[in-house]
């Protein structure tokens, strides 16, 4: 069955800082992988996916991931964290058939990030 | 588009009431999910339709939950009776062609006390 694994609950990083939140999946074939980000009180938000080609996705609000077949794993990166990042960040893998493209994604715990002044 | 519309916001009741969260998808989104969120379990499925068909609703906890989708801009989430362990909050999400595009909606705070 599909998993996914965020070894970090809690990261701190200084506003500026370069950051690296881990995921690794587990799963039959090439999967479907994505981060989302929660901000408290809100809903789960879209920051970037992945499906097939180039392995350095690009995503929303200056992240990108990269997906690595032999390691299992798809990191979110930011060369400059802003203030703003502070948040919940939720990696997730698609479930089902065809590489995952149909039906339920299944979330990681998440990894809460804070950000210091 | 406005989104996936998710309401009541937040919802307190007394155990052993009835709840029933909505959920509007976004309008031609044809896979409509419907998701707790606790600190202990993180996020879990427990239901999911395609066309207004159940797909698989083997994430409902139990008997007491119920889920519908009468039409393609219409779904409910119904707790009858409610426990204090039900708390937690519930998030509908809706897609086009499954996991490809998920938008969440803001969620349902329920607090059974």
């Known amino acids: 069955a599909q998993s996914v694994t965020q070894p970090d609950i809690h990261i701190t990083v200084s506003e500026g800082a370069s950051l690296e939140l881990r995921c690794n999946y587990s799963y039959g074939a090439t999967p479907y992988l994505f981060w989302y980000v929660q901000s408290p009180g809100q809903g789960l938000q879209l920051l970037l996916k992945y499906f097939s080609g180039d392995t350095l996705v690009q995503g929303i609000k200056g992240f990108e991931a990269e997906f690595k077949r032999s390691q299992s794993s798809f990191n979110l990166r930011k060369p400059s964290v802003h203030w703003s990042d502070a948040a919940e960040y939720f990696c997730a893998v698609g479930a089902g058939n065809y590489g995952g493209s149909q039906g339920n994604l299944i979330f990681g715990k998440g990894t809460k990030l804070s950000v210091k002044p | 588009d406005a989104g996936v519309i998710q309401s009541p916001r937040h919802e307190v009741t007394e155990m052993g009431q009835e709840v029933t969260l909505r959920c509007k998808p976004i309008s031609g989104h044809d896979y409509l999910f419907w998701y707790r969120q606790t600190m202990m379990r993180g996020l879990e499925l427990l239901i999911y339709f395609n066309n207004n068909v159940p797909i698989d609703d083997s994430g409902m906890p139990e008997d007491r939950f119920s889920a519908k989708m009468p039409n393609a801009s219409f779904s409910t989430l119904k707790i009858q009776p409610s426990e204090p362990r039900d708390s937690a909050v519930y998030f509908c999400?809706?897609?086009?062609?499954?996991?490809?595009?998920?938008?969440f909606g803001s969620g349902t705070r329920l607090t059974v006390v």
């Open positions: 999400a809706s897609s086009l062609r499954g996991a490809s595009s998920y938008t």
